[in-house]
């Protein structure tokens, strides 16, 4: 098989033409940064155009619906009301490596609070939500001591979650043990319902109609006593789960954020795919971003090292998510390791001020277009480049390009093709 050639044309420095290379590069992502208009969204579609005809294929999140990437190569895919697939938090890695049901179980649950701002949830509520979704797991015979069932072809998701959240607020507030409380529930609304058919026997005046209702409330008081004292002494759930207006706070958390139903079982496929999330709410965005970014880096981690780059992950307007500590550092995690599993970046993004130091040691090519005047000197102090220089690039005409083969990483204003 003879040697590939990636390789996308910027365009000319002094009328020598200047490339991006990525296999000739220590590690093959890239960022993009430039004020709106100049250029940004036409160079990621050159990009893809001009590396998918080698082979790489490409994963889109666009945030706001108009990277408009030729859809022949790159199909779009809307998240929203009515997909007929999506992202879902709860898929466990099966990989024995990385602690199965209650790392993802701990990670969800930390991501939540990092999206929820002021409203976090507390110590107990934390409590309670992790051992719900532990037990949702065990339901569906997935067991932290069992690495081999952290396989699955589909895992419970945030539907599943709220129908079990709202299973355990049913018990608690009415008893019963586990994997029978739906039968005993039967029984005391059956007994409900004769006691209202008694009722209406004391208003007819039957004789012995006192006698019956007050046997049957009897039996039924006796009943509830002996179902809750069950429960108390015998059934971990009456202390696990504690505090009922916890459980419905929680219910109505994970139902307002799958008001969408985006976070299903059936999972989008995510080779060559644009992942349209403009009609999301933010936290839903970066939900789904965090998790389309993590399901690709366990993918490629477990198919074992590569050579060259096989895929790309796109993310347009990255800024939005690297405000999220936990996303940030997925971001890190995947340009860090990335590499050796043949998994490329291309971050853009409106503010290059955004990128932290860890993103821009290990991306070994930079493309800065035309800013704001007023961020001049800061992006050339944190990038390295002449001020003068960049202050010179014209918008759609002109960018300066860095790439570590090329002169250990100088930034050249180049000429746009």
């Given at each position: 098989?003879?040697e590939?050639?990636?390789?996308?044309?910027?365009?000319?420095?002094s009328e020598?033409p200047?490339?991006?290379?990525p296999?000739?590069?220590?590690?093959?992502?890239?960022?993009?940064?430039?004020?709106?208009?100049t250029?940004k969204?036409?160079?990621?579609?050159?990009?893809?155009?001009?590396?998918?005809?080698?082979?790489i294929?490409?994963?889109?999140?666009?945030?706001?619906?108009?990277?408009?990437?030729?859809?022949?190569?790159?199909?779009?895919y809307?998240?929203?009301y009515g997909?007929?697939?999506g992202?879902n938090?709860?898929?466990?890695?099966p990989?024995?490596r990385y602690?199965?049901?209650?790392?993802?179980?701990?990670?969800?649950?930390?991501?939540?609070?990092?999206?929820?701002?002021?409203?976090?949830?507390?110590?107990?509520?934390?409590n309670m939500?992790?051992?719900?979704?532990?037990?949702?797991?065990?339901?569906?015979?997935?067991?932290?001591?069992?690495?081999?069932?952290w396989?699955?072809?589909?895992?419970?998701?945030?539907?599943?979650?709220?129908?079990?959240?709202?299973?355990?607020?049913?018990?608690?507030?009415?008893?019963?043990?586990?994997?029978?409380?739906d039968?005993e529930?039967?029984?005391?609304?059956?007994?409900?319902r004769?006691?209202?058919?008694?009722?209406?026997?004391?208003?007819?005046?039957?004789?012995?109609?006192?006698?019956?209702i007050?046997?049957?409330?009897s039996?039924l008081v006796?009943?509830?006593?002996?179902?809750?004292?069950?429960?108390?002494l015998h059934?971990?759930d009456?202390l696990?789960?504690?505090?009922p207006?916890?459980?419905?706070?929680?219910?109505?958390?994970?139902?307002n954020?799958?008001?969408?139903?985006?976070?299903?079982?059936n999972?989008?496929?995510?080779?060559?795919?644009?992942l349209?999330?403009k009609?999301?709410?933010?936290e839903q965005?970066?939900l789904?971003?965090?998790?389309?970014?993590?399901?690709?880096?366990?993918?490629?981690?477990?198919a074992?090292?590569r050579g060259?780059?096989?895929?790309?992950i796109v993310?347009?307007?990255?800024s939005?998510f690297?405000?999220?500590?936990?996303?940030?550092h997925?971001?890190?995690?995947t340009?860090?390791?990335?590499?050796?599993?043949?998994?490329g970046?291309?971050?853009?993004?409106?503010?290059?001020?955004k990128?932290?130091?860890?993103?821009?040691?290990?991306t070994?090519?930079?493309m800065v277009?035309?800013v704001?005047p007023v961020?001049?000197?800061?992006?050339?102090k944190t990038?390295?480049?002449?001020?003068?220089?960049?202050r010179?690039?014209?918008p759609?005409?002109d960018?300066m390009?860095?790439t570590?083969?090329l002169?250990?990483?100088?930034?050249y204003l180049v000429r746009?093709?």
């Amino acid at each position: 098989m003879g040697e590939r050639h990636v390789l996308y044309k910027v365009g000319t420095t002094s009328e020598t033409p200047i490339a991006w290379q990525p296999d000739r590069c220590p590690n093959p992502h890239l960022c993009i940064s430039g004020a709106t208009g100049t250029g940004k969204t036409y160079t990621i579609r050159q990009i893809i155009e001009a590396f998918s005809a080698s082979g790489i294929s490409f994963t889109v999140i666009d945030i706001h619906g108009d990277l408009g990437v030729i859809d022949s190569i790159v199909r779009e895919y809307r998240l929203g009301y009515g997909s007929a697939s999506g992202v879902n938090p709860l898929t466990v890695n099966p990989d024995a490596r990385y602690a199965g049901p209650k790392s993802n179980a701990s990670n969800f649950i930390e991501l939540l609070n990092e999206l929820a701002g002021t409203h976090k949830m507390g110590p107990v509520q934390v409590n309670m939500l992790f051992n719900v979704i532990m037990d949702l797991y065990g339901a569906n015979k997935i067991r932290q001591d069992d690495p081999p069932s952290w396989a699955q072809h589909t895992y419970p998701d945030l539907k599943d979650l709220e129908r079990f959240i709202g299973y355990k607020y049913k018990k608690l507030m009415i008893g019963g043990s586990n994997g029978a409380a739906d039968h005993e529930i039967d029984k005391l609304q059956a007994l409900y319902r004769k006691k209202k058919v008694l009722e209406k026997l004391e208003k007819s005046h039957s004789p012995d109609a006192e006698a019956r209702i007050a046997e049957t409330i009897s039996s039924l008081v006796r009943l509830y006593e002996e179902y809750l004292r069950k429960g108390i002494l015998h059934d971990p759930d009456f202390l696990t789960y504690s505090d009922p207006k916890g459980l419905v706070g929680l219910r109505n958390r994970i139902q307002n954020l799958n008001n969408t139903d985006v976070f299903v079982k059936n999972e989008t496929p995510l080779t060559n795919v644009r992942l349209n999330m403009k009609y999301l709410e933010d936290e839903q965005r970066k939900l789904a971003a965090y998790y389309t970014i993590k399901r690709l880096l366990d993918r490629f981690t477990r198919a074992g090292e590569r050579g060259h780059v096989r895929h790309y992950i796109v993310i347009d307007e990255c800024s939005f998510f690297l405000e999220v500590p936990r996303i940030e550092h997925m971001i890190v995690r995947t340009v860090q390791e990335g590499r050796k599993f043949g998994l490329g970046l291309i971050l853009a993004t409106q503010n290059p001020l955004k990128f932290n130091n860890d993103i821009l040691l290990n991306t070994a090519t930079k493309m800065v277009f035309a800013v704001e005047p007023v961020v001049h000197r800061a992006v050339a102090k944190t990038f390295g480049i002449d001020e003068g220089r960049l202050r010179k690039v014209e918008p759609r005409k002109d960018c300066m390009f860095s790439t570590r083969p090329l002169n250990g990483g100088e930034f050249y204003l180049v000429r746009r093709y």
